[in-house]
């Protein structure tokens, strides 16, 4: 299986600034033939289900605001969430599918400093 | 719209046995492969089980094989998880996820509001 290690477990940000959340999976996600990295990122805000944020490492959902980004490829990927915000809130997890079974980081807290 | 409409949770007892159904609409059903996911009281995301669109190849966690069987009802939108042998670790949420492709192993584009599954005497 391979192994998703998100860190930190949590951080504080204050208003405006910037979040980065890694990601490191135990073997390379990148399937060379499509030059595509099998890695998304979900939000996960306080008792409500998960929602995608990015796919294939760096391509942000349709209606995703554009300071959350995704980079990354091979076995390392990051999370990037720009000027925060009140909303941005929320658990993250980082989630391979490259290979079954799916699955998924341990999850990263972001709160408000 | 996409919608994901899950029912089934209960509390049962250990060794006890549940079925989860999830109602879907909004999109063409038979073309994406489902999933079920599901997650244990504040602890994170474990992907369960899964079928791909035509229903024919069903896939699942080593934590659930052979005690939870997946299943889809293309001309009824639905899809089902059938839990047997239920253990106290199963009790969890659990979603059901649309995933962006009729192959299991892809993402999740659209979840559900999740059913309580409580497994306890």
């Known amino acids: 299986d391979i192994v998703m290690t998100q860190s930190p477990d949590s951080l504080a940000v204050s208003l405006g600034d910037t979040a980065i959340i890694s990601c490191k999976s135990s073997?390379?996600?990148?399937?060379?033939?499509?030059?595509?990295?099998?890695v998304a990122w979900y939000q996960q805000r306080h008792g409500q289900p998960p929602r995608v944020l990015i796919y294939w490492a760096s391509t942000r959902e349709s209606g995703v605001p554009d300071r959350f980004s995704g980079s990354g490829s091979g076995t390392d990927f990051t999370l990037t969430i720009s000027s925060l915000q009140a909303e941005d809130v929320a658990v993250y997890y980082c989630q391979q599918y490259y290979s079954s079974p799916l699955t998924f980081g341990g999850g990263t807290k972001v709160e408000i400093k | 719209e996409v919608q994901l409409l899950e029912s089934g949770g209960a509390l049962v007892q250990p060794g006890g046995s549940l079925r989860l159904s999830c109602a879907a609409s909004?999109?063409?059903?038979?073309?994406?492969?489902m999933s079920w996911v599901r997650q244990a009281p504040g602890k994170g995301l474990e992907w369960v089980s899964g079928v791909s669109g035509s229903g024919n190849r069903p896939s699942y966690a080593e934590s659930v094989q052979g005690r939870f069987t997946i299943s889809r009802d293309n001309s009824n939108h639905t899809v089902y998880l059938q839990m047997n042998s239920l253990r106290a670790e199963d009790t969890a949420v659990y979603y059901c996820?649309?995933?962006?492709?009729?192959?299991?192993?892809?993402?999740?584009?659209?979840w559900g509001r999740g059913t309580l599954v409580t497994v306890s005497s």
């Open positions: 073997q390379s996600v990148l399937s060379r033939p499509v030059n595509r990295d099998y």
């Open positions: 909004g999109f063409t059903f038979s073309n994406f492969a």
């Open positions: 996820a649309k995933q962006n492709s009729m192959v299991t192993i892809h993402y999740f584009d659209s």
